[in-house]
């Protein structure tokens, strides 16, 4: 029972970490997403401080990530309610950056034919693909949660009935 609870605090800490990168990414992403469509067809700078944040904060979210799911085990608290909540909002986490790479994907694929062309869009490629995992590893982690959550709570229900 104290090792239950003495793994609240940091279980807490690490989730409130991954969220507030995930929502850094997503505020990012929104971001972007309106540069793309306000400007189709014309390939957009990307200013240097925002480009380090978002390499900082992929970074963050991925070393939370694996910390958590190496060394803090996820409490087992009871709600089913709850349970839903975090399971939607890992899936529609995960709904905003598959739109926004089908967007980058469905701009840029036309571009790709050309080796000049792919060259200059390989970083974004990559930026893109890790953010996309980042995002991945989020909606997992409150998938994780959830299942935890409605778990728990269904035993619990089961246990005094």
Known sequence: MLEARSSVRP????????????????????????????????????????????????????????????????PEWRSIVLGHFFGFAGRLSFIFGGALFSLFFLRHAPELSSSENAIVLLPRIAMLLASLFSLYCYSL???????TLQFSAGQGSRKSG
Do not use: D, M
């Open 11 to 74: 279980y807490l800490i690490c989730l409130a970490l991954q969220s507030a990168a995930a929502f850094a990414l997503l505020a990012e992403i929104g971001r972007i997403f309106r540069t793309l469509i306000g400007g189709l067809g014309v390939l957009h700078a990307v200013p240097q401080i925002e480009l380090a944040l978002l390499i900082g904060t992929l970074c963050v979210c991925q070393i939370v990530y694996w910390y958590r799911l190496k060394n803090v085990r996820i």
């Open 141 to 147: 982690e409150l998938e994780r949660l959830a299942n």
